[in-house]
C-alpha cells in the first residue's frame, strides 16, 4: 500500500529530475528523449552506453549529465595501451610501511565516464565487468566497494570504425540500455553554432542535485509497483529473443531485470507509482538490443537486433488494464490497475 511519505519522495523524484532535465538539455539540444532515457538509466541504478558516429556529442552528454549531478566523477579515455590497473587501481609497496598501498584507480568515482570503450583491448575492457555487476572491485585479494550511487556511462564508435575492437557480450550485458543520439535537426543545429559557438556550455554547467539525493531518488523508484502481469508481459518479450529464428544470442535473464527496473524509473519520471506495459514497450529496444546476436543469415539479409525486437514486440500479447471498482488507478495515492487476459494482437494501452 502506498503511503504519503511514498508519495511524497514521487514528487521530489520527479521536481529533481526535470531539474537535472533542463541542465542537460541546455547542453544536448533537440534530443529530449535521448536526455530522458539517460536519466532514466540513472535512476534504475544501471549503465548506460552511448553508440554512435563520431562529434553527435556523446562525451557531451556523458559529461553534462555528471556535472549536472554533485558528486564524484572520473573520466577514463580507453586507448590501446590502456592498462586494467590504470582503471581499476594497483597495490604499491611502501618503502617506509614496509607494505604494500592501494592506490585506487578512475573507478572509484560515482559517475565514470568511459570515453570511446571499444578502442581499449577486451582485456581492458574486462576490468570493469566486477565493477559494474558487483559494484566493488578486487585488487590482491582485497575487495574494495565502490562509492553510491554508482554509474558508468560509456561512450563509443561502431564497430565499423577504424581502431575499435567489439565489446565482448558479457560487457555488453552489464549495460542497461543502449542509446544512440543521432544527427541534430537542422533547427537544432543552428541554435547549437550560437549556443556552442563561443564557449563551452559544460564551463557555466553548476550541479542542480546532489549525490544524496539521487539515492533517495533510487530508493524512490525501488517501491514503484509491477503488476504480476506486467512482469509476465518483460519475462515473455526477453524469453521471445531466445527462440527467435533470426537471433542466435537472446537476452539473459539479467536483462529482464534491467527492463523491469527500467520500466520502473520511467514510470517515477513520469509521475505515476506503479509501471504500466507501455514502459515495458517504450524501454525494449534500447535494453535488449545491444545484447542480441543475429545470425549469418539474418546479416546477409540486413536483418538488425532492433528490428527483431520491434517485430517480437508486435507479436507479444499486451496484457490489458482493467479498472478496479473504485476507478481506474491515473493519479498517485490510487490504487494500481489490474492486468487480465487480453487476445493476442489487441492492445488497450
Known amino acids: 500500500m502506498t503511503t504519503y511519505d511514498d508519495r511524497a519522495s514521487l514528487t521530489d523524484l ?54 549536472s549531478i554533485d558528486c564524484s566523477v572520473r573520466r577514463i579515455q580507453f586507448t590501446p595501451d590502456l592498462l586494467p590497473s590504470d582503471i581499476t ?30 578502442r581499449a583491448s577486451p582485456k581492458t575492457q574486462s ?18 566497494e565502490l562509492p553510491s550511487p554508482f554509474m558508468v556511462v560509456a561512450t563509443q564508435n561502431p564497430v565499423e570504425m577504424e581502431g575499435t575492437y567489439p565489446l565482448p557480450e558479457a560487457q555488453r550485458d552489464r549495460f542497461m540500455a543502449r542509446v544512440s543520439i543521432g544527427y541534430p535537426n537542422p533547427e537544432a543545429e543552428l541554435q547549437m553554432l550560437d549556443v556552442h559557438g563561443g564557449v563551452s556550455p559544460l564551463d557555466d554547467l553548476q550541479p542542480v542535485a546532489h549525490a544524496h539525493e539521487i539515492a533517495k531518488l533510487i530508493d524512490a523508484v525501488r517501491q514503484v509497483h509491477v503488476a504480476e502481469a506486467v512482469r509476465r508481459y518483460a519475462v515473455d518479450l526477453v524469453a521471445a529473443t531466445r527462440n527467435h529464428p533470426d537471433l542466435r544470442l537472446g537476452a539473459s535473464p539479467r536483462a529482464t531485470l534491467h527492463l523491469l527496473r527500467a520500466a520502473k524509473a520511467a514510470a517515477a519520471l513520469s509521475g505515476r507509482e506503479f509501471a504500466l506495459p507501455d514502459d515495458v514497450q517504450a524501454l525494449a529496444v534500447a535494453v535488449l538490443a545491444h545484447r542480441l546476436l543475429p545470425t549469418a543469415q539474418a546479416q546477409l539479409n540486413r ?31 490510487q490504487g494500481s490497475p489490474v492486468y487480465g487476459q487480453q487476445p493476442p494482437g489487441t492492445r488497450s494501452l
Open 89 to 118: 587501481g594497483v597495490s604499491i609497496w611502501d618503502q617506509q610501511r614496509r607494505d604494500f598501498e592501494f592506490k585506487p584507480g578512475a573507478i572509484f568515482a560515482q559517475i565514470v565516464i568511459g570515453d570511446e570503450i571499444n
Open 127 to 144: 576490468a570493469l565487468l566486477e565493477s559494474m555487476e558487483e559494484r566493488q572491485v578486487t585488487i590482491d585479494g582485497h575487495t574494495y
Open 14 to 67: 520527479t521536481t529533481t529530475a526535470e531539474r537535472v532535465r533542463r541542465s542537460v538539455e541546455g547542453v544536448i539540444e533537440g534530443k529530449p528523449e535521448v536526455v530522458r532515457l539517460s536519466l532514466t538509466v540513472l535512476l534504475a541504478e544501471g549503465h548506460l552506453l552511448i553508440e554512435d558516429v563520431p562529434g553527435v556529442g556523446k562525451t557531451m552528454l556523458a559529461k553534462a549529465l555528471a556535472r
Open 303 to 333: 536483418r538488425t537486433a532492433e528490428q527483431v525486437v520491434l517485430e517480437i514486440l508486435q507479436r507479444t500479447p499486451v496484457p490489458a488494464a482493467a479498472p478496479q471498482p473504485g476507478g481506474f488507478a491515473t493519479g498517485r495515492g
